[in-house]
């Protein structure tokens, strides 16, 4: 399977340079942002829009589910972020970007019913692979911030979360 993944990208980078570029500006393009997180059973569904040929606005909701197979403890989680990308000098294919977002998290918890509201500040790094003109998919290390009330509890607290990854899935329209 490796094996497999290393010959297709040497393909898209080497052959197909006329079929998978894109060539057009990308100020004013819309697109449909379907996101997919880690180890974690997440994901969501966003938009995103592109304000000159090098940054790009989006906005995600997002939703997430862990289970702790020993016990019967689980949480799923909603959140709506809006962030902004900087891309740098790239190629027509390859495109690296950092960027950040600001989220609003509400989480629910079986454990006492208990529920909270997290406040989350999020950088990433990532590139860009233009799969087809309209067609992207991107993958990201992420680091976030957050700031939560326990609603059930009423107690507040602090978390860093360190390199997290994404995999997003952008089709411009």
């Known amino acids: 399977m490796k094996y497999i993944s290393i010959i297709f990208l040497i393909f898209t980078l080497t052959f197909s340079q006329n079929l998978f570029c894109q060539t057009d500006t990308l100020a004013g393009r819309k697109g449909l942002l379907f996101s997919f997180s ?18 790009a606005l989006r906005l995600n909701i997002e939703g ?6 020993d ?5 799923y989680s909603v959140s709506t972020l809006l962030g902004i990308e900087n891309h ?4 027509n294919i390859l495109s690296p970007y950092i960027g950040s977002s600001l989220g609003f998290t509400q989480s629910y918890a079986n454990s006492n019913i208990s529920y909270s509201r997290t406040l989350d500040l999020i950088g990433f790094v990532g590139i860009e692979l233009w799969i087809y003109r309209n067609i992207t998919l991107s993958g990201e290390q992420v680091i976030s911030l ?6 059930w509890t009423t107690s507040y607290f602090y978390s860093i979360n360190v390199l997290t990854s994404k995999l997003l899935l952008s089709i411009y329209l």
């Open 38 to 55: 880690g180890l974690s059973l997440g994901g969501g569904l966003g938009g995103k829009y592109w304000l000159s040929s090098k940054n």
């Open 146 to 151: 957050s700031y939560s009330k326990n609603m």
């Open 71 to 75: 016990s019967r403890y689980y949480v």
């Open 88 to 91: 740098f000098e790239s190629t």
């Open 64 to 69: 997430y589910y862990t289970n702790n197979p």
